[in-house]
């Protein structure tokens, strides 16, 4: 018996190894065939002890999530224990899928549960091939017959040769391989026993031959899983993009001073760019790569896409197609889609004889002053240095007045979007959005947006101020109680513009009038009905006023006040007369942290 499958009693590594292996007989035998009678010579509590001390003594597995943990009743496990009788040198079985990167833990768990259906299937199948056959018998035999054909059974086994199995992951990305051990007289593992088994399984791409060449001679070679092959997993192209060089967006920074002062004179609002500078360029999409599983079939890979430049006004194309590069100096922006190329009209000195009244396109940037008498208009923005005396100054963007704005009555400011000043005195301003100064003195202010004065000295004095939001300052009025009024809501501007309609129909009508008083001639022909065109074409453009004032404000009977329509300040002097929708308050005493607003109809001052 102690010869059974090739073991020697001599080779025994102790003189308890040997009721261990008689143990892993016996077990195996009885979960194979059943209960097998034992020898009266057999000591089964010393071979149970010897068993419970070797199995508290095997070193238990790795907790690694990728090892795959069999139950012990499992095939593999039984075949474990029939070679493990025949074998010198047993090494416990350790199934881990190490090697595949790529595997996350969900998708390891999934490729666990694919090799232990496939382990089990191949062992379930091993196992019923290394079974002993009994051979049949042409009459009962006699009980010393029996007993002589179960010992026959037990030392001539089933003779098969070691047989590799090969395991591959579901992306076909990696290819493993398990070595059943040789049963009976069956041949030890060979490097051929290997190349047939991948060849049978296609795999022929990315196999480690190294491993291989070692394999055969590994003492861990059977019931080891080994990470024999190793695909290209395919890499995507990447998409082109545009890389920038200047920014899209501009945003309004103020910078205040520890005297709390603004600094008027760089807000970095204009970026500009110079003819021939690149703006931004494409970078080119990345090719992919396909890959290549374990089988040589190819993974195709997806291309990525070309990206196009953002070309639009003043802007050109390099002749390689890569850069987008600026047509012309001047101020760049970003529209949404495209970057464009605003020119800029820069005036180095003061807006004067030298210069004459300006008239641009785009936008204008003076470093001086803008002289008594001069008119400054542009279709962009307006960025002066200096002061503003009398004149007018128009702008179809922002208005940034450095130092401030020195009227005698006669200034008349028009902004299409912000104002910026330090200060403003005795002047007409008309503001489609925000206006922003440090003070303000004697002013006619018409703003469709809010008014702050909360810099600086942020006083209003004098003047009245209409605007469509809400009014903030530090100092509103007076002591010597300087009139000054305030009035929140409506439509500020196009109020203004129809004033400024209707007196221009009052100046023309008054012209007339005096003409006709005058000799009749060719000329005073021609000149009468040059005013009466006029006046007829500014009475329909006051018409449309009317008629646009009368909608907004029946659509504003109808809404609550927006919250936004108060007046706050620190300090309200006597004086000042505060209106918000046609409600009237007049002060007639200091008010300190004034929050005034309209609440059901009536003005409070909280």
């Not at 996350?104 to 290394?130: C, F, I």
């Not at 001539?156 to 040789?182: E, G, H, N, Q």
């Not at 008498?373 to 007018?392: L, W």
Request: proline residues 5%.
């Amino acid at each position: 018996m102690n010869k059974l499958f090739g073991f020697q009693e001599q080779n025994t590594r102790s003189g308890g190894e040997t009721g261990v292996k008689m143990e892993f007989k016996n077990r195996f035998w009885d979960r194979l065939f059943g209960s097998r009678p034992q020898k009266a010579d057999e000591e089964a509590p010393a071979a149970q002890t010897v068993i419970t001390d070797t199995e508290e003594a095997a070193p238990p597995l790795p907790d690694d999530y990728n090892q795959l943990e069999l139950p012990d009743d499992h095939a593999l496990h039984q075949l474990y224990l029939l070679w493990a009788k025949q074998a010198e040198e047993a090494p416990v079985p350790l199934l881990r899928l190490d090697g595949h990167e790529a595997l996350s833990p969900d998708e390891t768990e999934k490729e666990l549960m694919r090799l232990q259906k496939e382990v089990t299937t191949a062992a379930v199948t091993r196992l019923k091939e290394t079974a002993p056959k009994k051979p049949e018998a042409p009459q009962k035999p006699t009980e010393a017959t029996q007993e002589a054909e179960n010992v026959q059974q037990e030392m001539t086994p089933t003779a098969l040769d070691a047989k590799p199995l090969v395991f591959i992951s579901a992306d076909r990305l990696a290819a493993w391989l398990m070595v059943f051990p040789p049963s009976g007289a069956g041949k030890e593992l060979q490097r051929n026993m290997l190349d047939d088994a991948l060849a049978q399984s296609s795999v022929t791409f990315g196999v480690d031959t190294e491993l291989l060449d070692r394999l055969p001679a590994e003492p861990h070679r059977y019931f080891h899983l080994f990470f024999a092959a190793k695909g290209t997993p395919v890499t995507h192209g990447e998409d082109g993009y545009i890389e920038d060089f200047y920014s899209r967006s501009v945003q309004q920074k103020f910078t205040v001073d520890e005297h709390d002062r603004v600094d008027y004179f760089n807000l970095n609002l204009v970026q500009n760019v110079e003819k021939g500078s690149v703006i931004c360029q494409a970078v080119p999409p990345v090719a992919g790569i396909p890959g290549r599983t374990v089988r040589n079939e190819e993974i195709p890979c997806r291309e990525g896409k070309a990206v196009a430049l953002p070309q639009g006004q003043n802007t050109e194309i390099s002749e390689d197609g890569s850069q987008l590069l600026a047509g012309m100096s001047g101020r760049l922006e970003f529209s949404g889609r495209t970057f464009r190329i605003k020119t800029l009209l820069e005036i180095d000195g003061n807006v004067d004889l030298s210069t004459g009244n300006i008239n641009f396109m785009g936008d204008v940037h003076i470093r001086g002053d803008v002289c008594n008498g001069f008119s400054v208009r542009a279709m962009g923005d307006i960025t002066i240095d200096g002061i503003v005396e009398a004149g007018v100054v128009e702008s179809g963007g922002d208005l940034r007045v450095a130092k401030g704005i020195l009227g005698d009555s006669r200034v008349v400011i028009r902004s299409r979007k912000n104002l910026y000043a330090k200060y403003m005195e005795n002047c007409t301003v008309h503001v489609r959005e925000n206006l922003f100064a440090d003070y303000l003195a004697n002013c006619d202010v018409y703003c469709d947006g809010e008014v702050q004065a909360n810099t600086g000295k942020g006083k209003i004095i004098g003047g009245h101020i209409r605007a469509a939001g809400s009014v903030t300052a530090k100092t509103v009025g007076s002591r010597s109680e300087n009139p000054t009024a305030i009035s929140i809501g409506g439509r500020p501007c196009s109020e203004y513009e129809r004033e400024s309609l209707q007196y221009n129909v009052e100046e023309l009508i008054s012209e007339l009038e005096k003409m006709s008083h005058q000799p009749t001639s060719p000329a005073r022909t021609k000149q009468m009905n040059k005013l009466r065109l006029d006046l007829s074409v500014q009475k329909m453009k006051l018409a449309r006023y009317d008629k646009e004032l009368e909608e907004a404000e029946a659509a504003e009977e109808d809404t609550d006040v927006p919250d936004n329509c108060r007046l706050k300040c620190d300090i309200a002097h006597p004086g000042l007369v505060l209106t918000i929708h046609h409600e009237t308050l007049r002060l007639s005493q200091e008010t300190s942290c004034l929050n005034g607003r309209l609440v059901n109809g009536e003005i409070k001052v909280l």
